[in-house]
């Protein structure tokens, strides 16, 4: 089997990685980096729980193949916030009980995160149409919009 | 919150941490990424498992070839029904099919005839998942396609194309006779009939089935799955010939179950894949896998016939039930008897006939799903309560009213109810809490509103003596474990006995480390499914914490010279109730019991109650501990034009008993809304003679953000709950009447009835067109 | 078996010397949202993944001398972030919006759209009302400067030949009086594939219609630009009995076909409906 070696700044480090062509990004990152975080729902885009955030962008990692991250930089869940320095986000996810099963909280928070970082302040209308991509099946969403614009109004000047 | 919610909040119970909308401790774990979910695990040479599944819906199966699949290189083990030393189980209930008792067949690989379309043929362990993969091409099955049966009525009728192996596909089927229906009808100035026809649901949760199994040191065969079900351990134990204790499961956290993984889903082929290679195996299902070969909520045809005199009184109600079971029995029994019991709704009616029957097919197999055969029957007596509401002149809410039942009023079982039942005051809470009706913004835009009334059992069956443990021990620095078998779907089932042991123990939450779902270590608490987990296992942590409570107080009591009743725990402390300024450290008391030898352990034995068999031939009996009341109302505006339906308002109303945490209990009420609003527009599993043709999430849709509204939660707390601290189950009522209620305000919107779900936009544009 | 190279060319002359050298079964690929699907299906079996990326000068959004160019790597993401697409090309911003969900629309491109021909793609109806070119290169020969309506053959065919890729789409910038409306009509709000989709553009001068183009989705094999209606609409006012008259040209045009979202009677009798609302609501000055 053909294989490249691929190296791709994961939360902030770089990694190698070696992969075939048809390898996708969640492959990679689930069973080569062990950032189990990045949950495989359905492999094919429907349902966002393979969420990570690619040059800045929310992507499905289900969707990317493993090489075309090569020399970029992906941040997932992890990278987000963690117990030493959990992010606003996060806090408000677990306060606002916004968290059953958990199975989408990594997808959800990714995009939480990318809607945040491009417009501080969204209404709630905003916040439904950034998780758009992103399937719940446990909380109906409420709870995960009152989170994220908990997060929107406490950064609020 | 709206002020009807706050006004329906918590009375005032001096409760430190239940009735606290905490954060649950599981939810840390889970926002960080640290959850190791049943994929998530990893171990050195572990293989990945596949399964081979079925072409056909029906078929004989002809020959199998696995040989060029066993000579493939990475390939460790092939197996199929040959090589399973006990392939078979049937478990037999009761003394005659024909009325309540069934032969349920578990088959765990195909053997000379298929039954459904993904039915297991072959099971196959390699190096990787490429190779697996590959390796089940290489398996030959030699089919012979057979004509197969796809409706539940055809399969009822003599001489219908044979599923199984007996001569009859109707595996069981139960009656309910209250009086002589047609008194009724005679007595009856109005008589509504009508068929309703709901589909097979899809779980859809996130997470597919998935697993990983090795066998440790001692020779035990370790299973770490995502199940709502670790006591299936003895099943397993018995395919493979094993003593039950040969056999370990340990639960995973959930990745949402709903039903879907309360059957053996992935463990009896881990199981055998890890004990023909030796090796640790992982399998997961793809979505697609997942959709096509676990059991799915259960198709049924509906024939109602309800008779009324002219000021509402229901006087009759004749119903016959057909459900569709698919290829294999499974819980297809007890989701019709479920149905049975429910088929009257939460009304008094005096003369009832119910016939019921569940009728083999060559479907994907139906089984449990939350509500386990209630939303199909509420869908039809909530919609014939609107018919007959539109016949009478009177208000959906009015018609209820005259034929709720009360605390004292029987159901058309004969069972009692013996605590308060909260109608109509859900209804009128509900429709109240809908507040001014919208307006329509164009000509081709019609609003309605609707309720529905939904009457859902909490805890199992009471003739199965349903039991659960726990086990609770105090620390000597005042920390405490909790271990119980208990399964964590992510509805808060483990975090709530943290709350329990944390609100009689008087220790903050983050000293609570709870233990749950291993055969081997941790007491067994039964199932996660029947909303019966807070109500059964958290009974039992309450009793085994209760009883450390009882020794720390005695010995307190001694050291301070009081009496034990005047005593209490809270926040690490022996507190003096009526001088909170006297205190103890808990250490100390700890200490001195240590130093006594009294145990400050406890595993409790919480028993619901064991009741005998009910009559199956007319019926008669009690078949549940209790039920949840509730009503949902909803506000959907309809586009005439196109037949699309957007929802304006969302109302759950229900007596959850006690909220042990109001934030998971909101999450119940919300997710079960948005779960049946699902089920109300667009969730369908079509299967075209047995072939799906929504193989995946782009065809089988389930509501995303921008197809829900925020749920109004009008949460009612009576205290008259046999759960813990008065509380009740809210997982599955959540998601009982909401369908009705969004049908009801359709056909409230224009005028005409449907009477089958999902509400398509084209289903609606024919309704429209046809009348 | 299932060997399968992969190259990122920088420029045009490594595409095409990729193509011409390895003689293999190609896979021209960018955002990826439609192939890896197919590939993990197994509907496609490629040996070689060009991947156009990283090309440069494919990713922009241009007006220049009264042409809106965009680059086939613009994604739809792209489109909805564009100054120059919210503003002269609204019915472009209206169906990018719509496309997918906002995961797939960061990774989806435009030219992808467009070479994956879905008879229910988003992006082409818009296109087609705006009447666009599709610009191509080849490595044998000269590029093509193909008319959208020309472009596809059938459901998922397109004339592209197996060495051609699209460089970038081209339309003229819409006069300012002109008016247009893009509607979707799908199963629920998000991540749905058109039941029915309408492209709307028309210039009125008073209350005459000066100029039509009626672009649907999802109701043919390929998306179609609809002419007898157009026709029937300029040069007169726009009444009942022109749209009356619109509906039953529409019935005759397309041919949906009953699948698990819709039956083709459904799918008839929803282009009329939406083909109404879009008249109206662009005569009401409404854009959505």
Known sequence: MKTYLIEIKLNGEWQKAEITAKETLIEVLRNKLGATEVKNGCGKGDCGSCAVILDGKAVN????????????????????????????????????????????????????????????????????????????????????????QDVALESKP | MSDAQKKEKSFQSGHKIIGKPLARHDAWDKVFGKTVYADDYFLPGMLYGKVLRSKYPAANILSIDTSKAERLPGVKAVITAKDVPNNETVTRFGQTHSVGGFEGLYRVLAYKKVRFRGEAIALVAAETEVIAQKALKLIKVDYKPLPGVFDPIEAKKPGAYKV???????????????????????????????????????????????????????????????????????????????????????????????????????ETYLALLTWKAKKPVKLTYTREESILAHGKRHPYIMKYRTGATNDGKLMALEAELISDAGGYVYLSPWVLLYSTVGATGPYDIPYVKVDSYTVLTNNTFSSAMRGFGVPQVCFAYESQMDELALRLNLSPLEVRKKNYLRKGKALATGRVLDHYVAFPETAEKALAALGEQSKPKSPAEKIGRGIASGMTSYGRMVFLHDTSRSYVSLDMDGSVTVRCGVQDLGGGQSSSLAQIAAEVLGVPMKDIKVYIADTALTPLAGTTTATRQLYMSGNATLKAAKEIKKNLLNKAADILEVRPESLDLQDKKVVVKEALDQTIPLTDVIAACASDGIPLYNVAQFNAPFRELIDFKTGQGQVFPDFTFGTHAAEISVDVETGKIKVLKLVACLDVGKAINPLSVEGQLEGGTIQGLGYALMEDVVLKKGVTLTPSLSEYLIPTSLDVVDVDKVMLESGDGLGPFGAKGVGEPSVVSIAPAVVNAVCDALGIRIFDLPLTPEKIVKALTKS | MNEVDYIIPRNLEEVFRAVEKKKRKIKFIAGCTNVIPYMREEAISPELLIDLSSLENLDYIREENGIIAIGALTTISKLTASEIIRNQSPIIFSAASLLGNPLTRNRATIGGNLADASPAADMVPPLLALEAFVHTKRSEGEGREIFLDKFFLGPNKTVLAEDEIITHITF???????????????????????????????????????????ALGAVSPTPIRVYRLEKNLEGKEIDQKSIQECSVILKEEISPISDIRASAEYRKLATSVLFKRAIQKVLNGEKT
């Open chain 3, 172 to 214: 003229s910038k819409p006069k300012d009086s002109a008016r247009g409306i893009y509607i979707k009509l799908g199963l629920r709000n998000s991540m749905a594939i058109s039941v029915v989709s309408i492209a709307l553009m028309i210039e009125m001068e008073g209350k005459v219609c000066q100029k039509a183009r009626v």
């Open chain 2, 164 to 266: 199984g192996e007996s001569e009859s596909n109707i595996i069981c089927s139960y009656k309910v006779r209250k009086d002589d229906v047609e008194k009724g009808f005679a007595l009856s100035d109005v008589i509504v009939e009508n068929t309703y026809r709901v589909p097979a649901q899809d779980h859809a949760y996130i997470e597919p089935e998935s697993g990983v199994a090795w066998i440790d040191d001692d020779g035990v065969i370790t299973i770490r799955a995502s199940t709502q079900v670790i006591e299936h351990f003895r099943e397993v134990a018995e395919v493979l010939g094993l003593p039950h204790n040969k056999v370990r499961v340990i639960g995973t956290m959930i990745g949402g179950g709903f039903g879907g993984k309360e059957d053996i889903t992935v």
């Open chain 1, 61 to 148: 990692s289900c969707l990317t193949l493993a090489f075309q991250a090569n020399g970029k930089e992906i941040t997932t869940l992890r990278g987000i916030g963690d117990e030493k320095k959990p992010h606003p986000i996060q806090k408000s996810f677990v306060q606002k009980g916004a968290i059953q099963c958990g199975f989408c909280t990594a997808g959800m928070v990714v995009s939480a995160k990318a809607l945040l970082d491009q417009n501080p302040n969204p209404g709630r209308q905003e916040i439904k149409e950034a998780i758009s991509g992103n399937l719940c099946r446990c909380t109906g969403y409420e709870k995960i919009i009152d989170a994220v």
